[in-house]
């Protein structure tokens, strides 16, 4: 993996909370495993998994080993798993934060890593507080250097805030109220693993380091924006969480990811191709978005909920048969959302967001449809004229397409749609990240352009939370109203379909 980001890194201690649950085994210990493999990681450097299940070290190093199902290499896990050490404690319980402290204390000493830290949140959400509470009790966060995390001569200590970031405007200022009570605001990294994914980067790129596209990228060329990210599995075991006030594909999916996509597609230039600067524009983006009328709910957002179905010719069940879901659940497991950013570039022009699980596809997609030419010279053919598109596949197919009209070969003038083709992989023979290696990466080295700021979350809620008051207060009788494996409830091809749009689903 190239590494992008060239600002130094410091020998330092890596804490993960959660460090026997799913995240930690399938995201974190691999991509800080690729960061070791490729001289990523800082020459001194331990990690510490934190949770309550009971393992010694050598049967943490082995139970990941083994997970990972022949993903690393044996004899580089040996070296590498060296540097991985466990402790079973409940750090939301005060009472341990003794025997925790003097393990990282222990662990700092023998691998020579002074107070340098990074606390990684990998629990349920409602452990967040306890846990931020408890590091900052332990005396944890070097007192008096809070403001100069940046700085090489002076220790630092990081917290990596996993999502959810809270469930509604309240608790999301609230959460970030008892962070700033231990941390600085340079100092956490609330992270987002859509930022990470190549393409959503690219896009950036894309935008700023070419003249082609940037002169058409605003209401004048531009007839809407759709960005996509369906899901092919169901809850996953995730049923309790995912059903509970805190669930939902609204919040779990839109709100963030895709606010955070949305946001690179529409910021405006930034000044320099620095985190605060980029920061800044994505701010503005969350500011001027629209906030729905509660009232227009029903006109602007769909909710979805799958019944059974077939996905790859396999049975599946239906979301409320699912293990930990109500019979009678209202839980969104797809979401719809038409939104508009109120700035001079974007002024009417409507981007339509959504997800879903148990969906006919994976992918996650953003495509720009433009505006039909002022003039059609090609009369007999107006009709069967489609609209130019860029097409940026995030996954799977990564790549850019870009979607126009030719001439077809032979006599007469027909014309039919063509498409020009940027594919990742082929382009670059690797496989994309899945963003956490990425992101890791930047947490060690101190740099916060791909999380998200603190007003950026609290914003970005409010642009949602009318939609999910109008669905609480408004039961929806038709629940199930999409089969698994199909594209989704009906009512949001009628969405589009009243403003004379329809969804790319091909
Ligand atoms: N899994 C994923 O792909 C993704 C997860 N996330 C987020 O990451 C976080 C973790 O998710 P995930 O790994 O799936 O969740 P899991 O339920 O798989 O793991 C939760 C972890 O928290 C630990 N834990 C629970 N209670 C306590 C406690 N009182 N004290 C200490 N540790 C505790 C559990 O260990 P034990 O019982 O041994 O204490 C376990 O290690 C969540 O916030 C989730 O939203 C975000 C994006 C993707
Ligand atoms: O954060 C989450 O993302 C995953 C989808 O991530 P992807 O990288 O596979 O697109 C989703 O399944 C999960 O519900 C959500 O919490």
Known sequence: MPNQNTKPRSNCLIVIFGASGDLTKRKLIPALYSLWDTNQLPANFAILG?????????????????????????AKWGEFSKHLYYHAGDS???????????????????????????????VGPQFFEPIITNIGKAELVTEGRRFCSLSDDVPWQRIVV????????????????TLAAVFDEESIYRIDHYLGKELVQNLLVVRFANSLFEPLWNREYIDHVQITATETVGVEGRGAYYDSPAGGAMRDMIQSHLLQVLSFMAMEPPVAFEADDIRTEKNKIFKALRIPKYDDVPQIAVRGQYGQGQIGGEPVIGYRDEKGVDEES???????LQLYIDTW????????????????????EIVIYFKPTPHCLFKEQTKKLKANQIIINVHPNEGIRLRFEGKVPGLGMNIKDVVMDFDYIKQWQVKPSDGYAILLNDVLRGDQMLFKHRDEIEISWNAVQPVLDYWKDNPQDDLPNYNAGTWGPSAADIMMARDNRYWHNY
């Open 50 to 74: 934190i949770a309550r299940t009971a393992y010694s070290d050598e049967k943490y190093r082995d139970e990941l080993y083994e997970f990972s199902e022949g993903s690393y290499d044996k």
């Open 92 to 122: 939301t319980a005060e009472a341990d934060w003794g025997d925790i402290k003097g393990y990282m204390c222990d662990l700092a000493k023998k691998h020579d890593l002074g107070d340098n830290r990074i606390f990684y949140l990998s």
């Open 162 to 177: 996993e999502k959810p970031f809270g469930s509604d405007p309240a608790s999301a200022v609230k959460l970030n109220q």
């Open 330 to 336: 209202q839980t969104d497991t797809f979401a719809a």
């Open 345 to 364: 570039r974007w002024g009417g022009v409507p981007f339509y967001l959504r997800s879903g699980k148990a969906m006919a596809e994976k992918k996650t």
